[in-house]
């Protein structure tokens, strides 16, 4: 299921934008998955915690969108293209329509890292430094493909 399914629904994902609502629809489609894998009809009223139990499994794939939205993240600042990093630091000529400001990519990787746009900066410069705050921020044991165990 991982190597097939997860590798389609995650196409791109180092570009989304992840909000609270998409945070959810992201859980229930991964437990659906394994709902259909053990072949659990709604009707028998499992809850979530009891198929990952069942399987021996923790929730997995948002934690696998976050690491490779954060490396990809980091691997586009040390990069020369700047074009690519004023796009992806929401730096975009024009005004900023009324009302209230909408979630950029750039906020998402200040709530998932908890750290000022500094020191995110400062941090990404040192590649092995960086690598190891991706995993700390999205906990490593739990991302598919980690090196650290």
């Known amino acids: 299921m991982k190597t097939l399914v997860w590798t ?3 196409y791109g994902a180092e570009g989304w934008t ?3 609502k998409q945070e959810k629809k992201i859980n229930s489609a991964e437990m659906w998955f394994y709902r259909r894998l053990l072949r659990i ?12 139990e069942e399987l021996n499994e923790e929730r997995k794939l948002l934690n696998y969108i976050k690491k490779r939205k954060l490396t990809f993240f980091g691997h ?5 293209c ?3 990093k004023n796009i992806l630091q929401g730096r975009m000529e024009g005004k900023r329509q009324r009302g209230r400001p909408r ?9 998932w890292t908890q750290m000022t746009t500094r020191e995110i900066y400062d941090v990404i410069l040192e590649r092995d430094v960086w690598r190891q705050m991706v995993h700390e921020a999205v906990g490593a044991a739990n991302v598919l493909g980690s090196d650290a165990g």
């Open 76 to 80: 586009t600042c040390r990069s020369k």
């Open 8 to 10: 389609v629904m995650t």
């Open 18 to 20: 992840i909000k609270k």
């Open 103 to 111: 979630i950029n990519y750039f906020d998402n990787i200040k709530s």
């Open 82 to 84: 700047t074009l690519m």
């Open 41 to 52: 009809s709604w009707r028998e009223r499992r809850t979530d915690q009891s198929i990952l």
